[in-house]
């Protein structure tokens, strides 16, 4: 019992170690990805906002405020038409989904029973005391005898079919056979 108690230890270090290991690794990953994001930030705003140089005389910031302001309002504007597309799409959205919800039906549906009821019954229940006819279909039903074709007099005169074989087989079998075609 003493050494798989020692290898159970060993093993639970093991697996200590290895979870330590690990969660170190996984640390300096997530320091390499907010260092690399701060870098592509940086990248960015150097790229889409240059440094700021103001020059000395008042009617040169006057004019760079001014540029400044173009931009804004060019921005604004897209950000407008962005938002005057997204809520007609929203509008568009909730259109179909409304008409959907009309053509599906206002209420669920119940599933239907299957109800057991005779033709008289049933139209009695449409007509109330006004109906008189009855519907025994099967009564007014005809009878038809069936007549018997010859394929079906031979079908059963043949019998027990192993005598039949055995007529046939051999050459007088095969003989008879064409004769009786004929």
Same mark, same amino acid.
Request: proline share 0%; glycine share 0%; charged share 45%.
């Given at each position: 019992m003493g050494g798989e108690e020692k290898r159970s230890r060993a093993i639970t270090a093991r697996r200590q170690h290895l979870k330590s290991l690990m969660l170190?690794?996984?640390a300096t990953e997530l320091e390499k990805e907010e260092s690399r994001r701060e870098a592509e930030k940086e990248r960015y705003l150097a790229e889409r906002c240059p440094p700021l140089h103001i020059p000395g005389p008042v009617a040169q910031v006057q004019e760079l405020c001014q540029q400044l302001h173009?931009?804004?309002?060019a921005a604004e504007e897209e950000k407008y038409d962005m938002e005057?597309?997204?809520?007609?799409?929203? /509008? %568009?959205?909730?259109?179909?989904n409304q008409k959907l919800f009309d053509l599906r039906g206002k209420f669920k549906r119940p599933p239907l029973r299957r109800v057991r009821m005779s033709a008289d019954a049933m139209l009695k229940a449409l007509l109330g005391s006004k109906?008189?006819?009855?519907?025994?279909?099967?009564a007014n039903l005809k009878q038809v005898k069936k007549e018997e074709t010859? /394929? %079906?007099?031979?079908?059963r005169d043949v019998g027990d079919w192993r005598k039949n074989i055995e007529e046939k087989s051999g050459m007088e079998g095969r003989k008879k056979m064409f004769e009786s075609e004929s």
């Open positions: 170190q690794i996984a173009a931009k804004i309002n005057v597309k997204v809520q007609k799409s929203t /509008k %568009e959205l909730e259109d179909m109906h008189k006819v009855c519907m025994d279909l099967r010859e /394929k %079906e007099r031979d079908l």
